[in-house]
């Protein structure tokens, strides 16, 4: 560049523009025999053509034109054999000089924003390709060769009309990212399980009828379906997607929601509103890391508006309690809601939740000690009652706890009224079962459970009873 170019940055400040018109360079003086460019950027001007004299950047790796009114480009550019990066975006481009496909470093293209009608088929000879986004062109189908850019890690072409995506796609086996919304896609390949790298994948506004199972695409993290005609979640999709985050199928025509969906463990996100649901299946609670689901647009009918209108937790709250009641109903428990519906019962270990947190009366702490079980009583009086047999130890006091060593158990076991509540038996026996590790303290509608290895308290109560519970870890 010449000299009075270098010292533009101490122009006027005051300067607002600065006069170009009569600058005149001498071939000598030109700015490409001078150093060698790795990166220029000519975006956001009006220009309309590039020169061909750009074949002498033959250091440049990065070449930015984009927002500007390009109609064609030189061939010239594809004697930049050190080219890594080409932004075109945002031009009026209808396709490349074939000469570009040859360019054996480029890694990201963007020829988005253009005028595209189709991909060149000899886009599979840049097979050093990483990135490319053709997305709002007028593409309507994809070459059969494009499932030779194996190393495409990220396909973006959204807003085209894209009918179809060649069989050959799931050749692409390094593809982390696919973005086809705004398109007529009408279905899938069924073996994307190839694609065993496929972390997100976009395809709101379709026309996809039914979704494929996915097996093999265990690393999908995000996939986004939404404003389809999807009808059916397949139930195998749900085993075979275990690290899925995002489920977003809202404004589809799904009639139900399998119980196959709380095999979705990690699920973050799930939007299914807008669509024909009237059950909501209560192996939702069990989707542990549920923050957001949305369902609104529904006529569900099994549960009440005002309870939809809560939000989330309260939904799940719901699901969670019908599916403890089902349980007990068929004659489980909280374990047997846990195993059926997927439930984890709410953990309590020590000193992390206040008293207030959970309602009842339970004795503040207990442990009894027979053979591994751990328990112990922590009664400053012996029990009067222990009957040992094979299976049980029969735990019955009869007297009030005076004296408890607070600083190494914690706190004492006095409930309040005991005699009278031994005397209409409200208080009685505390059984544990040995081998199962199962510690029941039957008072109506409650069941607590001790896993000696994980040291931790499980509890589940009947919302039909109205005591006060105040389990402690000791």
């Not at 495409?152 to 982390?176: C, F, G, W």
């Not at 020590?350 to 947190?357: I, P, R, S, W």
């Amino acid at each position: 560049m010449p000299k009075r170019l270098y010292d533009i940055n101490e122009a006027d400040a005051d300067s607002k523009a600065v006069n170009l018109e009569q600058l005149t360079i001498k071939e000598e003086d030109a700015w490409w025999n001078q150093v060698p460019l790795n990166n220029l950027d000519l975006s956001s001007n009006t220009l309309t053509h590039i020169s061909p004299k750009i074949e002498n950047l033959q250091s440049l790796t990065v070449l930015t034109l984009h927002d500007n009114a390009l109609v064609e480009l030189p061939p010239e550019i594809g004697k930049l054999e050190k080219l890594v990066r080409l932004n075109v975006s945002h031009n009026k481009l209808s396709q490349l000089p074939r000469a570009m496909y040859s360019l054996p470093e480029l890694r990201h293209l963007n020829i988005s924003y253009n005028e595209f009608d189709e991909l060149n088929p000899d886009i599979s000879d840049l097979h050093m390709l990483e990135f490319l986004d053709g997305g709002h062109n007028n593409i309507q189908s994809l070459p059969g060769g494009i499932g030779f850019l194996v190393r495409l890690t990220a396909l973006l072409l959204p807003y085209n009309h894209i009918k179809e995506l060649p069989p050959d796609l799931v050749n692409m086996r390094s593809l982390q990212k696919i973005d086809l919304m705004h398109n007529d896609l009408t279905s899938l390949p069924e073996d994307m399980g190839l694609l065993r790298k496929l972390d997100c994948l976009y395809l709101q506004h379709n026309d996809i009828l039914e979704l494929p199972e996915f097996e093999g695409n265990e690393a999908l993290n995000e996939l986004h379906a939404s404003n389809n005609f999807i009808k059916i979640i397949p139930k195998a999709m749900c085993s075979n997607l275990p690290h899925l985050k995002i489920l977003d199928l809202r404004d589809n025509k799904i009639t139900e929601l399998p119980d196959e969906l709380c095999l979705l463990r990690n699920l973050n996100r799930l939007d299914v509103s807008n669509n024909t649901i009237s059950v909501l299946p209560v192996t939702l609670s069990s989707l542990a890391h549920l923050i957001s689901l949305q369902v609104e647009g529904n006529p569900i009918k099994t549960i009440r508006r005002d309870i939809l209108q809560c939000g989330t937790t309260r939904i799940l709250k719901t699901l969670h309690d019908r599916a403890v009641a089902k349980a007990k109903e068929e004659g489980g428990g909280v374990d047997d809601a846990s195993t059926s519906a997927g439930i984890s019962v709410t953990r309590l270990r020590g000193g992390q939740m206040d008293d207030g947190d959970i309602p009842g009366n339970f004795p503040d702490s207990f442990h009894h000690q027979q053979q591994q079980n751990g328990f112990q009583c922590p009664c400053s009086y012996p029990c009067q009652q222990q009957q040992m047999q094979q299976q049980f130890c029969v735990y019955e006091p009869l007297r009030n706890c005076q004296e408890y060593d607070r600083q190494t158990q914690g706190r004492i076991y006095e409930p309040e009224n005991y005699q009278q509540q031994h005397q209409n038996g409200s208080l009685r026996s505390l059984f544990v079962q040995q081998q199962q590790q199962r510690m029941e303290y039957p008072y109506p509608g409650y069941f607590m459970y001790h896993q000696q290895q994980q040291q931790q308290f499980s509890y589940e109560q009947d919302p039909s009873s109205r005591s006060a519970v105040h389990p402690r870890w000791v």
